[in-house]
Each structure stands twice: as C-alpha cells, then as structure tokens.
C-alpha cells in the first residue's frame, strides 16, 4: 500500500495554472487492487479556475475508476495552463483524507 | 549660513548604521528586513519606537494566557505597533515602506505561529470563527487559525473567509454522517462546548457564505446575440459582432514568432508556484517582458512537442485562432515553450452560456482539430480571452490516434480515463436536445471558411509542415505508429522502413486534408439527422 498526495492547480492571473485550487489524495493497491481517494477544494474560487478538476474528479470517483494510473496520466497530459497536478510530500496522518486535509490547511495560509 | 540649521534634515542611509539609527534588532524576523532609505533623524526616532515595539509584540508568549484576553491584548499591541509604523513610513516611497509592513506582518505571526491548538481554537471562537477545531487538523505545521487570527491581516480578506468556509464545508460533512475527519458530530460538539468559556460572538456568516454563482446572466447574454438577423442591417451588424468575436480571440494571442527567433530567446526562470512538490513545468520571462511555459517532452523525447507545435501552426494557418507552440530544448530536454496570456480564464462547460458566434467558434475549430486529430479539447482546453473571443490552448494529443480515429459524434479515446466528451461533442449533443441558449443553433456554413483554407494548402506544402512530426514520430515509435506500420505494410507489400511508415503517416495526413469537406458533410448529416427526423415527426 502506498499513498501519494498531489495538489490540483487551475487558472491564474498570470495566464498559468499556478494557482492551487484543492488536493488530492490517492492510497492502495488493496488486497482486491483497489485506491482509496480522497479530494478537497479550497472554497471561495471561481468555478472556472476548478471546473475542469471537479468533473474529472467526480466522473473519475463515480466511475470507480480514480485509480494511480488515471492520476499519472494527469500529471502526463495537465495542460499548464488551465489546470496543473503536482505530486507533494504526504503529511504524517492517520488517514488518506486527514494528510489531504492537511495539504488544503497548508494551502490556505501560503 | 550654513552652520548647521541644516542639521535637522540633513539626510544619511540607514543601512550602514543600523545599530543606533532606528534599523531594526538584530533577533527575530525583524533583522532580516534592512530597509536601505534616506531619511532624517525625526523619521530615525519613529522607526526606533516601531521596532521596538514590534520587538515586543514577538516576543510575547501567549502559552499559559486566557485566550480571550491574551487575544485582545495582542490585537492592542499590534494596533499600536502598526500606527507607529505608519509613523514611521507614511513619507517613504512604497518599495522602502514594504519590508517594514512585512516585518509587521511577520512579527505579530510569530506569537500566534507558538501558540498551542487549543489556545487558538478558543481565541477564534472568541472571534466568531465557527468550529475552529476542523482547521488546523495536522499538528506540526502552520496552523491556520494562526494566520486567521493575525490582526494585521484585513478581516474581510478572501483568505481568511477561505479559512472560515472550509471549517463550514468540514463541519457540513462530519454532520451529514462522514467519519473521513476521525470524528464523529457528538465528539465535535462535546470538543466546541469545551473550548467555549467566553461568549461566542455572532458568526460572520457573511464572510463564510460561498459567492453566488457567476455568470448568471451568461445565458441570456448568448440568447441576446443570437437573435434572428432578417433586416440588412441586422446583417451587417452578425456580420461586424462575428468579425468583433475573432478578433477578440486573436488579438489576444501573442504573434506568431519564427522558430529561430523562439530558439534564441534569452529567457529567464521565474519563481515557481509558491506550494512544494516537483512542477512538470517551468515558467521564463522574456526581455520583452512577455511570459512563457516550458512543457519538457521526456516520455516522447520530444515528439509530442513536435506534434504540438505542428498542430498550433496548422490550426492558425487554417485560421483558428490557437495559441502559438514551438519546439526548444532547455536544461537538457526537448519540450514544447508556449507564450502565456493574462486576464483569460478557462471557457464554461454550460452549452447554454454560449453565443452564436462562440458555437460558430467552436465548430471552425473543430474543423482543424480533426485536422490534426486532437481528441482531447475538454472546455477547460480553450481560454475565454478578456475580449470575449476563444482560443484553444492544449494540442498535447494531436496526431495520437491517427490512422484508427473516427469524426463522429461517439469517438472519444479518452473516454477510459480522462473525459466523458469533447467539448464538440457537449455541444452537437446539446444541440440535438435543443439545450443551446436560446436562438442559438450549431450552423454547419461556419465550418466552410477553415476548411477552404486547408483545401488552399497544397499536398506538398502540407507535407512539409507536418514532416517534424512523421520523423520525429517514427523514431520514437509514438501512439500512431503501429496503425502506420500496417498502412505501410499494406502499400508496400512487405516490411516497411521507417521511411515507410513516414510516408505512410504524410499519406494519411493529406488524405484527411484532401477528404475534409466530405468528411464533414458526413459528419453534419449525422448531427442534424436525429433533428431532421423528430421535425418531420412533429411537422406529421
């Protein structure tokens, strides 16, 4: 088992997407090869700068399909531009939601 | 004359005099901030008293304090410690002014960033903050409310309501039943109930209170521009708005620079996103000043990139408005640089925000996607620019499915793992279910224009524009390479070389160039078939 934590970043005002706007949070393989995830946002951004997260997220979670390898090709194709994916260092946590808690709590005070 | 009445404005640097000239102490935040400015001795006096006061203000120890009280005198100290700073560089220029307000800043942190949980928990609840223990959840890094609680930061700001609504969106799940925090609702409540010694002032809902959903006239907006245009005038003036739209969307794009130029850009790396973690990306500055985006291609050696880059020139030599690609090596790798815009945002995934001219947008650039078979125009791939015009930005999948790709309105290879649809798709789809604003209408006519402009490209000049693409492709075997190899094989009769299967990508490619106009007549009969059909039906 392992678990990998990533911050999502869409739209900036620089014209990149720099902007952290939620975190991400995958764990597993289990036994039967399934991820555990977990996925938080920062409230008050404009919908555009995470829409594009927020659906895949949502679609991906719906489908049972947010998995590692949906998360690589992410980081693969991420267009830099409206939306970015970034893998960080999981904080010490006694669960997956807990460290990704804590990468949101982090993000609201840089 | 002369003999010293000028001594009280006579002016000296404090920076190489900082020790007794109002420069700040030599421990804590402050000595990091040596402001190098003129000033007189008056002004030397108020920096004096504003460090040592800020000197106080971080040292102070809130450990053992009431939090309430503890609180409020903070708030005090730093309230006098700001007007003395204020005193001290109301006359300053602002570049000499900010190191002290950042040192102000800092130094009321620094009790607070000491402070234990449960101390600031109580101390924001004084304040209004509601359920202050579902921030801060993982000991040993800046906690929140530390930042929340900082009297120099505006209380209305949008980090702080940021603070605030996620405890309200933490505490809205843990009471619709998640155990994801580890604790339950009663546990919460019990913990809030201890923490509440003092009166708990009202809440500020209204910081808290999510904005209201933007874009709310969006559609009515697109139902506007699209009213029936009968009279001539009305004609002219579609006419003038289509020609307004383009050239929102194009003069928003950087001009298109030659590649040597691009090559011997002296670009400068700019700061990275101020989260940790390793950026696929970095980000330069020009001596223009103009932003750029470095992609590195490592997977693909740089075959992407040169597929990208192919694909943003073949899209704006048809005349779709696409942000410019070039193909550059920097620390090492190959990858794709691009040029940045401010002041755009990621267009909508609401069909009905969208106006006629942006559906007629929508479907040139369809044209030219085909064209370079990208499969991936999410709406989040095209830019709304400042002007209202749109530009497709990402053609990081272009040429990826070439040889097995389908224009129809159910293709999506992406569909396993990325999105349901395409953004043409989201919006043939809401056509056929009349879920475009109102008035407004998929018009096939809108396609014409881009594809007589691939029709004007000859064979032979198309098969040098894509020519980076077949050999860089070929070399490194990318997605589209085995449908190549069978194309080539079936050609040949045999095995074919790598020039084979080149040749057979460029075939492929101008074949899809010659067929355009055809393949979307096809395509056009199957989008409006469903919708001819239930009129008729109707009509019956």
Known sequence: MRRRCFYLMGHGPTGAAVRVVGALGIEGPSAGAQWESHFSWIPLLEELDMQGWREDLERARGAGALDEDLVEHWVETANGITRDITEVESPEAPSLALAVEALVDLALVS | MGSGSKKAHES???????????????????????????????DVQA????????????????????????????????????????????????????????????????????????????????????????????PNSEHPLAFWLNPTYLSGS???????????????????????????????????????????????????????????????????AAAPQRTFLAKQKAVEAALAHYSASISAIPA???????????????????????????????????????????????????????????????GTPTMPVYVRSMGGATGSLQPLVAGASPLSSDMTALSQHDVDAVVRSHVSAWLVGDHDCKPDNVL????????????????????????????????????????????YSAHLKGKLAKGVRVRPEAALGVIKRYEAISDSEYRAMLAPVAREGVSQKVPWYPAMVQRAKATKGGPPTATDVATAFLDCAVERKQQLRAGFTAFFAQVFAPKAASTTQAVA
């Open chain 2, 158 to 224: 949008p980090a702080k309501a940021a603070i605030q609504a996620k405890a309200i969106e933490r505490w809205k799940d843990i009471a619709s039943g998640s155990t994801a925090y580890g604790i339950t609702l009663a546990e919460l409540q019990a913990a809030e109930e201890a923490l509440a010694k003092p009166a708990v002032p009202a809440p500020a809902a209204a910081t808290a209170s999510p904005p209201p959903p933007s874009s709310s006239s969006s559609t009515t907006k697109a139902a506007d």
């Open chain 2, 256 to 318: 298109r620079r030659s590649d040597a130029e691009v090559g011997a850009l002296a670009l400068t790396p700019v700061a990275a996103p101020s989260v940790g973690g390793m950026h696929a990306k970095s980000f330069h500055q020009a001596p223009d000043g103009s932003q750029w985006m470095f992609k590195p291609d490592s997977r693909a050696k740089g075959a992407a990139a040169h597929a990208e880059a192919v694909a943003s020139l073949v899209c704006s030599t048809g």
């Open chain 2, 12 to 42: 000296f640097s404090v920076a190489p005099t900082l020790a007794g000239a109002g420069g700040p102490p030599a421990h804590g935040v402050a000595a990091a901030q040596a402001p190098v400015a003129t000033v007189s001795p008056a």
């Open chain 2, 384 to 427: 709304r620019t400042p002007g209202g015009g749109l530009v497709p930005i990402d053609h990081g999948q272009a040429f990826k499915f070439y040889g097995s790709d389908q224009l129809s309105l159910d293709y999506n290879p992406n569909n396993a793992h990325n999105h349901d649809r395409t953004l043409y798709q989201k919006l």
């Open chain 2, 47 to 138: 920096k004096e008293a504003f460090w040592a006061k800020l000197t106080t203000v971080e040292l102070t120890d809130l450990t053992g304090t009431d939090p309430v009280d503890g609180y409020v005198a903070l708030q005090k100290a730093a309230a006098e410690a700001e007007a003395l700073c204020f005193a001290a560089t109301h006359q300053l220029d602002p570049s000499e002014k900010e190191p002290l307000h950042q040192a102000l800043v800092k130094g009321c942190a620094a009790p607070l960033l000491k402070a234990p949980a449960p101390w600031l928990q109580a101390a924001a609840l004084s304040q209004g903050f509601q359920h202050p223990t579902l921030v801060g959840l993982t």
